[in-house]
């Protein structure tokens, strides 16, 4: 057995009327796996109910008290997470089928069994059971982030609601985002929280009066300090969030600049996350290309202008060089084209 994998902590439980044999498998499996014995089937749902569920169990086919299909069919109902395999000397075609189809058997093997051949077939068990509970685990997180970015777009809606001209900006800002973040070759998981946090980086604006948010012309020192505080709104709002992203973060920092001329907290370089520097590239891209409240859209040549001019000093220089080749290439486009 040299070189196998070992799941020295994995609960396994073999059942079988013959000491001589629990005893066997005892000493073969002893140091591969957490062995437990059972002498019948009723012995087994016994250990199983104080013990709790077992990983693989392992059964023989004929005992007295109850034979292992019986068994393993009574366990499929009880614990249906548990691998279930059966070991028997009646190899015929008609046990093998009952087994599958009554017990939902994992494997179905022979007596005798080599020592290696029954230590392989548990170690596929606990594989194939790694695999089912990761399988959940994955769209029981699917779920969750399909549940919260349905909750995220409908505080979008929210102050878009408020606040017409912005309408799409935070999805548009989300996409470019997205866009840039995958040119960088960010890792899978990180994306998808830039991209919820890009879809509500405005949200704070839910606290700026809308005839600030709506005002034609130019902002007074102190309106503009009002709708600042938009950042820190924003990121209050979802302080503590349960999550494993830090959208609160980015929220905060989207303004922020490399040189600290930024706000709220005016952070330099490397204290900005890199989502937040990628946010801040694209929020500005949008910005500038749609219309505003007090102008129209400037178009894709001044929002390039605006990137060179502050690359490196007030954005990331790959987030801007990204940015510009993605406009090249014409994957951000002005409204209406």
Same mark, same amino acid.
């Given at each position: 057995?040299a070189?196998a994998? *070992?799941?020295?902590?994995?609960?396994?439980?073999?059942?079988?009327?013959?000491?001589?044999?629990?005893?066997a %498998?005892?000493?073969?499996?002893r140091? &591969?796996?957490?062995?437990? *014995?059972?002498?019948?089937?009723?012995?087994?749902?016994?250990?199983?109910?104080?013990?709790?569920?077992? =990983?693989?169990?392992?059964?023989?086919?004929?005992?007295?008290?109850? @034979?292992?299909?019986?068994?393993?069919?009574?366990?499929?109902?009880?614990?249906p997470?548990?691998?279930?395999?059966?070991?028997?000397?009646?190899?015929?075609?008609?046990t093998?089928i009952?087994?599958?189809? =009554?017990?939902?058997?994992f494997?179905?093997?022979?007596? +005798?069994?080599?020592?290696?051949?029954?230590?392989?077939a548990?170690?596929?068990g606990?594989? %194939?059971?790694d695999?089912?509970?990761?399988?959940?685990?994955?769209?029981?997180?699917?779920?969750?982030?399909?549940?919260?970015?349905?909750?995220?777009?409908?505080?979008? &809606?929210l102050?878009?609601?408020r606040?017409?001209?912005?309408?799409g #900006?935070? @999805?548009r800002?989300?996409?470019?985002?997205?866009?840039?973040?995958?040119?960088?070759?960010m890792?899978?998981?990180?994306?998808?929280?830039?991209?919820?946090?890009?879809?509500?980086?405005?949200?704070?604006?839910?606290?700026?009066?809308?005839?600030?948010?709506?005002?034609?012309?130019?902002?007074?020192?102190?309106?503009?300090?009002?709708i600042?505080? #938009?950042?820190?709104?924003?990121a209050e709002?979802?302080?503590?969030?349960?999550?494993?992203?830090?959208?609160? &973060?980015?929220?905060?920092? %989207?303004?922020?600049?490399? @040189?600290?001329?930024?706000?709220?907290?005016?952070?330099?370089?490397?204290?900005?996350?890199?989502?937040?520097?990628?946010?801040?590239?694209?929020?500005?891209i949008?910005?500038?290309?749609? %219309?505003r409240?007090?102008? #129209?859209?400037?178009g894709?040549?001044?929002?390039?202008?605006?990137?060179?001019?502050?690359?490196? *000093?007030?954005?990331?220089?790959?987030?801007?060089?990204?940015?510009? *080749?993605?406009?090249e290439?014409?994957?951000?486009?002005e +409204?209406?084209?």
């Open positions: 057995m070189g994998r *070992t799941h020295e902590n994995v609960p396994v439980l073999l059942v079988d009327d013959e000491p001589k044999v629990l005893e %498998h005892r000493r073969t499996l140091g &591969r796996f957490d062995v437990h *014995t059972a002498p019948g089937g009723e012995a087994a749902l016994e250990a199983m109910a104080a013990r709790g569920p077992f =990983t693989v169990v392992v059964s023989d086919f004929k005992m007295p008290d109850m @034979d292992g299909i019986t068994l393993l069919a009574r366990v499929a109902e009880l614990y997470d548990t691998v279930r395999m059966i070991l028997t000397g009646y190899a015929d075609m008609d093998a009952r087994a599958v189809n =009554t017990g939902a058997i494997r179905f093997l022979t007596k +005798p069994s080599e020592p290696d051949d029954l230590a392989m548990i170690d596929a606990i594989e %194939h059971a695999m089912v509970r990761a399988a959940r685990e994955l769209e029981i997180v699917r779920r969750l982030k399909d549940g919260f970015e349905q909750s995220l777009r409908a505080f979008t &809606r102050v878009e609601f606040d017409p001209y912005t309408s #900006h935070m @999805d800002t989300a996409d470019i985002a997205v866009m840039i973040a995958e040119r960088m070759g890792a899978d998981d990180d994306v998808a929280g830039l991209r919820l946090a890009a879809m509500v980086h405005d949200i704070g604006k839910v606290a700026v009066p809308s005839h600030l948010l709506n005002k034609l012309g130019e902002l007074s020192d102190a309106e503009f300090t009002i600042k505080a #938009h950042a820190e709104v924003g709002i979802f302080k503590g969030l349960g999550v494993v992203w830090p959208i609160a &973060r980015m929220i905060r920092e %989207h303004h922020e600049r490399l @040189d600290g001329s930024g706000y709220p907290d005016g952070l330099t370089g490397d204290g900005l996350l890199l989502q937040s520097r990628i946010l801040a590239v694209a929020d500005v949008d910005a500038i290309i749609t %219309h409240p007090y102008r #129209h859209g400037l894709r040549g001044e929002a390039a202008r605006y990137l060179l001019g502050g690359r490196d *000093t007030l954005f990331d220089a790959e987030a801007v060089d990204i940015a510009l *080749t993605l406009m290439e014409d994957h951000i486009r +409204p209406g084209d």
